[in-house]
């Protein structure tokens, strides 16, 4: 699923490749504006699958980092599609995970970072959620995607302890950066894995609850738990602050190209 066409067939166009022999079914929806009448063409599209691994990381960031006062459009596409559409479509699918799962044989729920487009399989039940190290601390000029972030943390957490008894596997991926059109990051570092690495590190083990398994992205957030908050909230506040500068100079740049 995805809010263009063209996407999707580029993604079921690398699944063909692969020629692993994955049968593929694509649905076009914009999560920020899709009313009932859309979800409910959805739901009919799934009735006829059963649907074992839902993986939950569509999302959105704000363009630059700006103001608070600044942003409040920004800030309901950012609520619309990082927190309603992840509880809307989990809604749809969670209750036939749970009728037809078993402690014995668990189906994944799992809640991914925004590296893959969403999937769908037949198998093994899963369903992922993106997580964010930043939603432990507080960051000027960039509070909304952490802030949407640390909701999905404690409705995953919750959710996980609701259905791990009835069969049903939660899993609350946390991540750092990954070279991503989200995070308009290129290039790979130690910090920094690129997708395939990321998601390599992600499918290694699935299990209920809140996970960091890329290690260095681990290593980012014991360290930024321990330290100070006043601390992280300065080095945050001045990473932001950079950001918008630099972008705001591209952007000027750009201008008098034109």
Same mark, same amino acid.
């Given at each position: 699923?995805?809010?263009?066409?063209?996407?999707?067939?580029?993604?079921?166009?690398?699944?063909?490749?692969?020629?692993?022999?994955?049968?593929?079914?694509?649905?076009?929806?914009?999560?920020?504006?899709?009313?009932?009448?859309?979800?409910?063409? %959805?739901?009919? +599209? =799934?009735? *006829?699958?059963? /649907?074992? @691994?839902?993986?939950? #990381?569509?999302?959105?960031?704000?363009?630059?980092?700006?103001?608070?006062?600044d942003?409040?459009?920004?800030?309901?596409?950012?609520?619309?599609v990082?927190?309603?559409?992840?509880?809307?479509?989990?809604s749809?699918?969670?209750?036939?995970?749970?009728s037809?799962?078993?402690?014995?044989?668990?189906?994944?729920?799992?809640?991914?970072?925004p590296?893959?487009?969403?999937?769908?399989?037949?198998?093994?039940?899963?369903?992922?959620?993106?997580?964010?190290?930043?939603?432990?601390?507080?960051?000027?000029?960039a509070?909304?995607?952490p802030?949407?972030?640390?909701?999905?943390?404690?409705?995953?957490?919750? %959710?996980?302890? +609701? =259905?791990t *008894?009835?069969? /049903?596997? @939660?899993?609350?991926? #946390?991540?750092?950066?990954?070279?991503?059109?989200?995070?308009?990051?290129?290039?790979?570092?130690?910090?920094?894995?690129?997708?395939?690495?990321?998601?390599?590190?992600?499918?290694?083990?699935?299990?209920?609850?809140?996970?960091?398994?890329?290690?260095?992205?681990?290593?980012?957030?014991?360290?930024?738990?321990?330290?100070?908050?006043?601390?992280?909230?300065?080095y945050?506040?001045?990473?932001?602050?950079?950001?918008?500068?630099?972008?705001?100079?591209?952007?000027a740049?750009?201008?008098?190209?034109?």
């Amino acid at each position: 699923m995805a809010k263009k066409l063209a996407k999707l067939d580029a993604v079921v166009d690398d699944i063909g490749k692969a020629g692993s022999g994955v049968q593929t079914k694509t649905f076009v929806v914009d999560f920020a504006s899709a009313d009932d009448a859309r979800w409910e063409a %959805l739901l009919e +599209e =799934l009735k *006829p699958i059963e /649907v074992g @691994v839902l993986v939950n #990381n569509v999302g959105v960031s704000h363009e630059l980092p700006t103001d608070f006062v600044d942003t409040l459009r920004e800030l309901v596409t950012i609520n619309n599609v990082n927190i309603a559409a992840t509880l809307r479509i989990t809604s749809l699918i969670a209750p036939a995970m749970v009728s037809r799962s078993s402690p014995s044989l668990p189906f994944c729920c799992a809640l991914t970072p925004p590296v893959w487009r969403v999937f769908f399989f037949q198998k093994e039940g899963t369903h992922p959620e993106h997580g964010f190290v930043r939603w432990r601390r507080s960051d000027p000029h960039a509070r909304r995607l952490p802030g949407s972030k640390a909701f999905l943390r404690t409705w995953s957490d919750s %959710l996980s302890a +609701e =259905l791990t *008894p009835k069969g /049903v596997v @939660v899993e609350h991926v #946390n991540t750092y950066f990954v070279t991503s059109s989200m995070s308009k990051i290129r290039r790979t570092s130690f910090f920094i894995p690129n997708p395939k690495t990321f998601v390599r590190a992600v499918l290694a083990k699935l299990h209920p609850g809140t996970v960091t398994p890329y290690w260095t992205h681990a290593l980012v957030g014991a360290v930024m738990a321990l330290a100070p908050p006043k601390a992280v909230l300065a080095y945050t506040h001045a990473l932001q602050k950079d950001i918008r500068r630099r972008a705001l100079a591209k952007q000027a740049r750009l201008a008098k190209q034109e």
